[in-house]
């Protein structure tokens, strides 16, 4: 009977402490993706300051940056982490994950594109806001809440 007890008792702290570690990951998943878009943020911003002066060494840098962080940002968004802590992803992220997936692709693609078209451009503003500028609002309008 004791052995019984402590057994139920076992697999109750087991499947407790399963339970916490799936909810700690969500949590954690959710804000690194925060963050690295609130990062991306401030790098686009940098990126076009320096571009504006001339600055195109630094600047495809953090393209370079930027790209990859939209790479590890294609696997921040698992099933697991659709609710909670404050998210504003939508949840027709995992309704057209391809598009979603595809969008992401295409913005860390354009980031490299930008590093080669920004020589020749004769308008950085409107460089920068198609190669860069533009993803944001492609995939905001569809897959983030209104904030
Ligand atoms: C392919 C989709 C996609 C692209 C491209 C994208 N975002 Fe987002 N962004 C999202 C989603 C989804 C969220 C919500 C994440 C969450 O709250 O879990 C988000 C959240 C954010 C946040 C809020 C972060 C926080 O702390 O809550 C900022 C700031 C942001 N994005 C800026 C940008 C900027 C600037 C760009 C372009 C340079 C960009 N994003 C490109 C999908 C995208």
Known sequence: M???????FFILILLFSFSA???????????????IFSKNYKTAKRVQGLASDGNLDEAKKLMIE???????LLDLFP?????????????SIWEYKDEFNLL????????????SVIDETKD????????????????????????
């Open 124 to 147: 950085m503003k409107a460089t920068l806001g198609k190669y860069m500028w533009s993803s944001c609002k492609s995939c905001h309008s569809k897959f983030r809440a209104e904030h």
């Open 2 to 8: 004791k052995i019984i007890k402590n057994t139920l």
């Open 21 to 35: 570690v799936a909810e700690q990951t969500a949590e954690e998943i959710i804000k690194e993706r925060k963050s």
């Open 66 to 72: 930027m790209s990859g962080n939209y790479k590890r």
């Open 79 to 91: 099933e697991s982490s659709k609710v909670g802590f404050k998210t504003e992803a939508l949840p």
């Open 104 to 115: 992401m692709t295409k913005a860390s693609n354009n980031m490299i594109e930008l590093t």
